[in-house]
């Protein structure tokens, strides 16, 4: 029969053929689509076709290939298949596996349907799902297997990321913490690329350098070397990424303008290629950047830009949430007004500092500081200007302590000042506080106009005039209170009186 004669063959066509193998289940079926397959050119048949096809003796020897089974197995001709068996094309053990079943399957004569397994072709590993049935002649006696298998690599993959992506999200959700989540993120990337390193690193708004996030694979030599790096129009791939708020491809960092103050680095690390993309917050801020290196001189394929965008976006739900985690904690222990700590953190802090004393047996001294007749200020200038002595006073005095005393706005115009080093002395502590009433004192400008103001200061000390937060601040509040009845401006320190107490 001419191939003319086959393509006027109306009871099939290659597409119903092409379905009937994809389904064939029975084993009337299946000497249906051999006795098809009789008639036509079987071989050119199915060459059409990209799913791999094939068919196996009883001894799991190729007796027909398609092109597209040799292709994957990098042959040149489907004919070079004839007489091979997996034990020639994969490593021993996973050819092992494929023979067992395939033996156990004809054995039993049962169809096995729609298995996956995952296979490596050429170096490359790739998902296969694969439906073989056996083959039987005229009497029915198995002589093979018949196997259509379907390349289902790039659906594993989007399989996968979703499953990733899910699982960071709910890493986020949960309030895991960034560095963890960030490099569960890198993990993912590396999972599905071959050939890449990938990196995450943090913008810090103060200085405008690239801090390290999180990397994998990269040599902790070379992150320390990174870290810090400041942005700039010629600082390497994540820099300059950052820099222009845009991607920066560089497939050769040897000879790129973009790494010449870096050029040791890749020569030193064995990376070529290097990729950023800035990771942008909602509110179009740069938080960061995330970056994938290679050793090959290259540019990215449409996968590795396509992972890296679902990165940024990641990194960047997660960066903004423990930004916005960040901030809520610092609004609830932090005056709005003037940014220092408020009550909440004060008892937390204070209860630190004389668990702190009581190990080390030294002195605590905490300091009750209310200004006078601040309400005078708000009603001659208005409440701006009582707000903006606040905030004066608010900067200049932490500038006046060590960094291990503690300073705080309780409320209104009421400050204290925990001294949680004692080396000197009572008599040491007093005369920082006086010094600390002088610094209140200096003028406030407001609007061209100076702005004069005093305090009235009680102190009180751990451990002879208490020995907890509550009992200490409230007897400082006593000797502020006396401090104010003998004329304001000045400093008293809590005496013990069994009439007042």
């Not at 790129?256 to 950023?276: M, T, V």
């Not at 590795?304 to 679902?310: G, P, R």
């Not at 451990?463 to 003998?486: C, H, Q, W």
Request: hydrophobic residues 40%; charged residues 30%; glycine residues 6%.
């Amino acid at each position: 029969m001419s191939r003319s004669a086959h393509s006027q063959d109306t009871s099939v066509t290659l597409e119903s053929l092409r379905q009937r193998l994809l389904t064939v289940v029975t084993d009337a079926e299946l000497a249906d689509t051999f006795a098809i397959l009789d008639r036509l050119d079987a071989c050119s048949l199915v060459d059409q076709f990209p799913e791999l096809i094939y068919v196996k003796d009883r001894r799991s020897r190729f007796v027909l290939a398609n092109d597209a089974t040799a292709r994957a197995n990098n042959i040149a001709h489907p004919v070079e298949m004839l007489g091979k068996t997996d034990f020639d094309l994969f490593e021993r053990d996973v050819a092992e596996e494929l023979f067992l079943a395939e033996q156990r399957m004809m054995s039993l004569g049962e169809a096995m349907t729609n298995v996956e397994h995952r296979l490596a072709f050429g170096g490359m590993s790739c998902w296969l799902q694969s439906t073989k049935t056996p083959l039987r002649d005229a009497e029915g006696r198995i002589v093979g297997l018949i196997g259509i298998s379907r390349d289902i690599t790039e659906r594993k993959r989007q399989e996968d990321l979703r499953r990733g992506h899910a699982r960071l999200l709910e890493m986020i959700a949960r309030g895991q913490p960034l560095d963890k989540v960030l490099l569960s993120l890198v993990d993912l990337v590396e999972e599905e690329l071959d050939d890449v390193v990938a990196s995450v690193l943090l913008l810090d708004e103060g200085t405008d350098r690239l801090r390290h996030g999180a990397s994998s694979s990269l040599p902790e030599a070379y992150v320390r070397m990174i870290d810090g790096l400041l942005i700039g129009p010629h600082a390497g791939s994540c820099g300059t990424a950052a820099w222009r708020r845009e991607p920066v491809i560089v497939s050769n960092a040897l000879e790129d303008a973009l790494w010449e103050d870096y050029r040791e680095l890749p020569q030193q690390f064995g990376f070529r290629s290097c990729w950023s993309t800035p990771i942008i917050g909602p509110d179009r801020r740069v938080l960061g950047t995330f970056a994938l290196y290679s050793g090959s001189v290259r540019e990215p394929t449409e996968l590795e830009l396509e992972l890296t965008a679902m990165a940024t976006d990641i990194a960047g739900i997660a960066i903004e949430r423990m930004r916005a985690e960040e901030r809520i904690r610092y609004m609830a222990h932090h005056d709005a007004l003037t940014g220092l700590p408020n009550r909440a953190l004060f008892w937390i802090q204070f209860n630190h500092i004389l668990a702190e004393a009581r190990r080390e047996k030294r002195k605590v001294a905490v300091a009750y500081i209310d200004l006078d007749n601040f309400k005078q200020i708000n009603d001659r200038l208005g409440h701006a200007a009582g707000d903006e002595v606040l905030k004066t006073i608010a900067e200049r005095l932490p500038r006046c302590i060590r960094a291990n005393d503690l300073i705080v706005r309780l409320g209104g115009d009421e400050f204290a000042i925990v001294f949680s080093l004692i080396g000197q002395g009572e008599e040491g502590v007093v005369r920082r506080m006086d010094e600390l009433r002088a610094v209140i004192s200096a003028p406030v400008m407001f609007e061209s106009e100076e702005v004069h103001v005093t305090c009235s200061m009680g102190a009180a000390f751990y451990p002879e005039d208490g020995d907890t937060p509550e009992a200490l601040l409230a007897r400082a509040d006593r000797a502020m209170y006396g401090a104010k009845n003998d004329g304001r401006d000045r400093l008293q320190v809590w005496t013990y009186a069994p009439a007042s107490d």
